[in-house]
């Protein structure tokens, strides 16, 4: 892609712009992680530990990704894309949201809930148009099938592809997460100096590093008042008046 001229955006989103379609993050104080330690049912001395228990987990957490909708936020950055931007997306999030909302070049750092792969070779994947992941459901080596997730403790596959394509940015635009899970905060050192990076978050202003422009605005406010603005002018750029 080093010949196309498009304006190049890359997004990097994380649970927040989930969250407002209903999708409960790790840290919420309710939903379906509150009811489990991450330890129980998110790493992999837990899957060995007791694997019926991770897998009704996400079994769970499927189902929900499943009801939920794209918000306004993904929707804008896919019809962006429409308008003949080229948009990038790193999610940090397991769900298809990006997807569903029409966006076609979607990086998942964290692997994607909606397919199983393989406990022997992770290259072994299937979907899961519906139902979940059970106990004697195995790959075509023989092996029990697990979520195709990165749990906590095990490495990010994507995150050298991910770095080469921040590096192509003209613009990062970091959405709905705290910065807090590496190496995927790490992302932010692979852009150029001369690439403005902004962080639309609620608690943006606490949240973003020295040198990241934040607006503090929910992901399904503060995205698509950006995205209103590039479509009018033809660039990427940060209106003052959304800053703060």
Known sequence: MANDRRPHLVVFS????????????FRASDGLWAEHRIEEVATPEAWRRDPARVLNFYNLRRAQVRRARPNAAHRTLAALERHGFRVSIITQNIDDLHERAGSRNV???HGEILKARSTVDARMQYPLPRGGIELGDICDKGSQLRPDVVWFGEAVPHFSDACEI??????LLVVGTSLAVMPAASLLE???LETPSVLVDP????LAPPGVTHISQSAGKGVPALVRHWRREGRL????ILLG
């Open 14 to 25: 994380g649970s927040g712009i989930s969250a407002e379609s209903g999708i409960q993050t």
């Open 107 to 109: 990086l998942h750092l």
């Open 166 to 171: 921040v590096a192509e940015a003209d613009l």
């Open 190 to 192: 692979c852009t150029p």
């Open 203 to 206: 608690e943006a202003e606490s």
């Open 237 to 240: 750029w940060v209106p003052e």
